[in-house]
């Protein structure tokens, strides 16, 4: 696209009660913390033109993150770290960002190159971890592990990539492309743990 | 665990979790020990709904420019929210440091309209806070109220220790002083509210008693305290303050989400159904500058790309084109969508109707006749020739517009079967020419509402029409309509009933407002929720005729459960409009000349003397 002047990429986290807000509302968020930030926006063309910009992969209500990406264009250049700190002065306490880079304009969208994406799970005091370690181990030894959604059968297991333990803590990286994609909390239900019992952070996105 | 942590559980369990966290951008957050008083603003429906409250957030800003006062919001509970709250058995809380309601100094809640009773009732209850007013004692917060229903303050008397009649700006703080001043004395809460009464156009219920006559109508309303006075008069703001621009920014979507800039207060048309009105009165004006610059700042504070500007009659505004023409010029490449709702027939150009869509692309075009024939616009005072509406319509269509709303009322006084079929009428000859110009993508909307004859207007003696008289009028309409190729939208008459009998009612309807909450009565304005049983139950209960109160002709010596509050306009001025309407005879716009209506002679002193300060009186 040739008319896509300048490209950007943000990575940003998510937390305290900014994790209540869904995808949608954070899009609109956005959209109007880059009009107060007054950077020179790149605006769609059409009869109500909007903030040009593109989010990955939706994080799940609930879940706090410290590795959400963005992308969004500017008409002219501005130096990265200036359009990080107007962007951060321009945003609502629990959204920050973390970097900034101008990336090439002929980067597929983030949203259609997102492969896998890295959850850090913490559990609450009263919940017994070694036993959860331990059943997670007996669970995953099974053929396959399918779950209903929507009235549709998925088998999580061939999207569990991978799983360790740090101290009390669970990392799961999990499949998260358009075509196939698992929630750390899907898993954890096979558990009978509930969204009570722990928290869950999203640490990392990884793209092909 | 803190209310905080117990909260942040309960949140993974509901809808739209957003609502109830706070935290957005231009939001105001004190520590909460650096203040000597803490202020809950409380819209009582959803988040969704209150955000956009222009009134609250004025006081917000107002409350929080203080420093020794911090003001944060609540707003009521969705049902899931609430059966979390009261499974776990949690007080509701404010949004900014979910500190529960009952912690607060002072709870200021807005009252809109009648169907937010219920849920006022609902709040204090989640809150913990006793809901008569006489039952509170020194350690409950002070509950006052304001908003436009309070014009009728009685049927809430029972609940509101302090109503503000009128605009609140000023004597918002004034409250708060009072407030401070009487917890630094540490006496009994009688004197906070005799304290209270002496303010001007504070009116304190408990101190007034109420007598009734044999047959049910009021005797008196009469202070029994020598701090109370016997008329409160409504407050107002002599000059429009500066128009607020650092608005909270929700995180998640609500209705009018967009930029709001007030350009006028008040209306001098003089439509006798309008209670906005007759109680907005006079009318003031910001100028052209204020007006843009508001704009200016507001968008580069909330990064909104819509702005609504808010009137009673924008076309009435004196510089309505050159405030179009500049916003125009100005925001032209902002990216910006410009909303100028409240236009009025015959009183705006070809000129403007081409700025506003240039402003507004792709938005439909809305207009108010209110009745379908000269006879009952008469009767109304919203004189209107057919022949210049339709030759409007016409010009409307040419310039392209598609889709044109027209809001009608019925059940007006004096209204037949032929007014009501005239409206079907009127838009069918509105549909024929936008077919003849625009072919058959042309839409017409009729947006029908009942009629209920307000306090304070001309028609407030009249009773309102009956159930079964407007389900017949609807009927025909919803028939016609279909035959017509005219799309309606109605109000549901069973909620314009209880907004009837709350608008209209004593102090005995304390009871059963309270009758009704606990019968299951909350959400009265959500037509889904509606709960008309648990309101004719709670009559029932109370013993009290729901009809006394709105199918009666109330006779003109009658005290009327609001006479002891006045929003400036005398009742000989209502009286003589009521006779005028009888003859079906008109008044003019009354900028153009003075009718008297009482607003002069209340507040002629503080009338500022600088000629750019402009005020619609002659």
């Not at chain 2, 809808?15 to 809950?40: D, I």
């Not at chain 2, 159904?273 to 204020?290: D, I, K, L, W, Y």
């Not at chain 2, 610059?293 to 510089?319: C, F, M, P, R, W």
């Not at chain 2, 027209?406 to 032929?418: A, D, K, R, S, V």
Request: aromatic share 8%; charged share 25%; with cysteine.
């Amino acid at each position: 696209m040739s008319e896509s002047k300048f490209r950007y990429r943000a990575v940003f986290s998510k937390n305290g009660d900014m994790r209540f807000i869904g995808h949608l509302d954070l899009q609109q968020l956005f959209e109007r913390a880059l009009r107060r930030s007054a950077l020179p926006l790149r605006y769609s063309q059409g009869f109500s033109p909007k903030v040009r910009l593109n989010l990955a992969g939706a994080l799940p209500l609930g879940f706090t993150s410290t590795a959400e990406m963005m992308d969004f264009w500017l008409e002219q250049p501005v130096e990265p770290p200036l359009i990080q700190e107007q962007l951060n002065a321009a945003l609502p306490t629990g959204i920050r960002i973390i970097s900034v880079t101008e990336v090439p304009n002929d980067l597929p969208s983030l949203q259609a190159s997102l492969k896998s994406a890295e959850y850090e799970v913490s559990f609450k005091a009263e919940i017994d971890v070694s036993a959860v370690n331990a059943n997670l181990e007996d669970l995953l030894n099974k053929p396959n592990l399918i779950v209903t959604r929507r009235n549709k059968q998925v088998d999580l297991k061939p999207l569990v990539e991978a799983l360790h333990w740090e101290e009390d803590k669970l990392y799961l990286r999990l499949s998260s492309s358009p075509e196939a994609s698992a929630r750390p909390d899907e898993l954890l239900a096979l558990l009978d743990l509930t969204t009570e019992q722990y928290d869950i952070q999203r640490i990392g996105l990884y793209y092909s | 665990m803190t209310l905080q942590t117990e909260l942040e559980s309960l949140l993974y369990r509901v809808e739209k979790p957003g609502r109830y966290v706070g935290g957005e951008f231009n939001q105001v957050m004190k520590p909460w020990g650096s203040v000597e008083t803490h202020v809950a603003l409380v819209f009582p429906d959803i988040y969704d709904i209150g955000q956009s409250n222009l009134g609250l957030a004025i006081l917000y800003d107002i409350l929080n420019r203080q420093p020794d006062i911090l003001a944060e919001r609540a707003y009521a509970p969705w049902i899931d929210m609430e059966t979390q709250l009261r499974e776990h058995n949690l007080p509701l809380f404010s949004l900014e440091s979910k500190t529960p309601l009952s912690e607060f100094d002072i709870l200021g809640i807005t009252l809109p309209y009648e169907q937010i009773y219920t849920n006022v009732l609902n709040i204090l209850d989640l809150a913990g806070i006793p809901l008569l007013s006489n039952q509170r004692g020194a350690t409950d917060p002070l509950i006052i109220a304001g908003g436009q229903a309070c014009y009728n303050p009685e049927p809430m008397a029972d609940f509101i220790d302090a109503f503000a009649i009128g605009e609140g700006e000023e004597v918002i703080l004034e409250i708060t002083h009072i407030y401070q001043a009487w917890k630094r004395s540490g006496t009994a809460r009688e004197d906070l509210l005799a304290a209270l009464a002496k303010v001007p156009g504070v009116y304190v219920p408990s101190l007034y008693t109420v007598s009734y006559n044999p047959d049910g109508t009021l005797q008196a309303v009469i202070p029994h305290s020598n701090h109370a006075s016997s008329l409160v008069v409504k407050r107002i703001m002599p000059k429009l303050p500066q128009p607020l621009t650092h608005f909270i920014v929700p995180n998640v979507q609500t209705v009018h989400d967009r930029l709001s800039v007030e350009i006028m207060r008040g209306c001098t048309r003089g439509c006798r159904f309008c209670h906005a009105g007759m109680v907005n009165r006079p009318v003031r004006e910001r100028s052209v500058e204020e007006i843009i610059t508001a704009i200016k700042e507001g968008l580069a504070a909330t990064g909104h790309d819509e702005v609504g500007i808010l009137s009673l009659s924008s076309s009435d505004y004196t510089q309505i084109l050159p405030l179009t023409q500049k916003i125009y010029r100005e925001f032209k490449d902002a990216q910006v969508r410009v909303s100028l709702p409240s236009l009025r027939i015959a009183s705006f150009s070809v000129e403007l109707m081409d700025e506003l869509k240039e402003l507004s692309p792709g938005g439909g075009f809305t207009i108010a006749p209110e009745a379908a024939t000269e006879r009952l616009r008469a009767v109304i005072n919203k004189p209107l020739d057919e022949d210049v509406l339709l030759e409007t319509a016409r010009t409307i269509f040419e310039h392209g517009w598609l889709n044109l709303k027209m809001y009608f009322m019925i059940g007006l006084p004096t209204e037949t079967m032929e007014d009501v079929q005239a409206i079907l009428e009127l838009g069918s000859k509105v549909y024929k020419i936008g077919r003849s110009i625009a072919g058959h993508r042309v839409h017409i909307h009729l947006g029908i509402s009942t009629f209920i004859p307000k306090a304070h207007t001309p028609f407030q003696w009249y009773p309102m029409d009956t159930p079964e008289n407007i389900q017949t009028k609807m009927d025909l309409l919803k028939r016609g309509a279909r035959q017509a190729h005219l799309k309606m939208t109605y109000n549901l008459p069973e909620v314009s009933q209880v907004e009837s009998w709350l608008s209209r009612g004593d102090r005995r309807l304390g009871a059963v407002i309270l009758q009704a909450w606990r019968n299951g009565a909350k959400f009265d304005a959500w037509s889904e929720l509606l709960n008309l049983q648990a309101w004719q139950n709670a009559f029932a209960r109370v013993g009290l005729e729901s009809d006394f109160y709105t199918l009666r002709q109330r006779s003109l010596d009658e005290v009327l459960p609001w006479d002891h509050i006045s929003t400036g306009v005398s009742k000989h001025f209502l009286l003589t409009d009521l006779r005028l309407s009888q003859a079906e005879r008109t008044r003019e716009d009354c900028r153009n000349r003075c009718y008297n209506c009482g607003i002069l002679d209340c507040f002629e002193s503080i009338r500022p003397a600088q000629e750019e300060v402009y005020w619609g009186c002659p």
